[in-house]
């Protein structure tokens, strides 16, 4: 199973909004309703932002969110903030029933 | 509170075996599956597999078929990681991590890590 496909790196300034996408194939993204997002600090385990495509656990902020068309998903942040800058990472269930990761993405905030 | 704890670093020589465990509380066991995912150093997570922890049942990548085994303590509420045949391209930092109810992926609840370190 190949890791689904992100971007190195993106940047926005506070304020701006910007995309994150995570390309993957029918035997996966597209298969399925079944994309999570991730958000890590540098040392620390990742946080659960996004499940089921677009869905948030309680407690993340409404600045994050989800979509997906065909075999890529997307991650929107609205109104960045400094605390934001970290890495994030998508997640799909895939047809062999297991998961796989993208290869993350670092975001730098401006 | 709902907690995942998992067990200290670990330095082994290759060949070797390790064994991690994920210890939980706050929350019944029995009604959440449990993921393994590792992070090698400047890397991306990798996943490894998922146990449910009522009966055992397991599913990895097929990358770890034949050398990784996943099992479940119910009365500990603890779940464990098997690690076999260790080459250097296993250090890295591994979680576990709850998988969230009513979803076939999101993982909600994770340990801290275990870096394990493998080195002649």
């Known amino acids: 199973q190949s890791a689904l496909t992100q971007p190195a790196s993106v940047s926005g300034s506070p304020g701006q909004s910007i995309t994150i996408s995570c390309t993957g194939t029918?035997?996966?993204?597209?298969?399925?309703?079944?994309v999570s997002w991730y958000q890590q600090y540098p040392g620390k385990a990742p946080k659960l932002l996004i499940y089921?495509?677009?869905n948030r656990p309680s407690g993340v902020s409404n600045r994050f969110s989800g979509s997906k068309s065909g075999n890529a998903a997307s991650l929107t942040i609205s109104g960045l903030q400094a605390e934001d800058e970290a890495d994030y990472f998508c997640s799909s269930y895939t047809s062999s029933t297991s998961r796989v990761f993208g290869g993350g993405t670092q975001l730098t905030v401006l | 509170q709902v907690q995942v704890v998992q067990s200290g670093a670990e330095v082994k020589k290759p060949g070797a075996s390790v064994k991690v465990s994920c210890k939980t509380s706050?929350?019944?066991?029995?009604?959440?599956?449990m993921h393994w995912v590792r992070q090698a150093p400047g890397q991306g997570l990798e996943w490894m597999g998922i146990i449910n922890p009522t009966g055992g049942t397991t599913n990895f990548a097929q990358k770890f078929q034949g050398r990784i085994t996943m099992t479940s303590d119910t009365s500990t509420s603890t779940v464990y990681m098997e690690l076999s045949s260790l080459r250097s391209q296993d250090t890295a930092v591994y979680y576990c991590?709850?998988?969230?109810?009513?979803?076939?992926?999101?993982?909600?609840?994770w340990g801290q890590g275990t870096t394990v370190t493998v080195s002649s």
């Open positions: 991590a709850r998988g969230r109810a009513g979803t076939r992926n999101g993982m909600d609840v």
């Open positions: 706050g929350y019944t066991f029995t009604n959440f599956y």
């Open positions: 089921d495509v677009s």
């Open positions: 029918s035997s996966d993204v597209g298969g399925y309703n079944y």
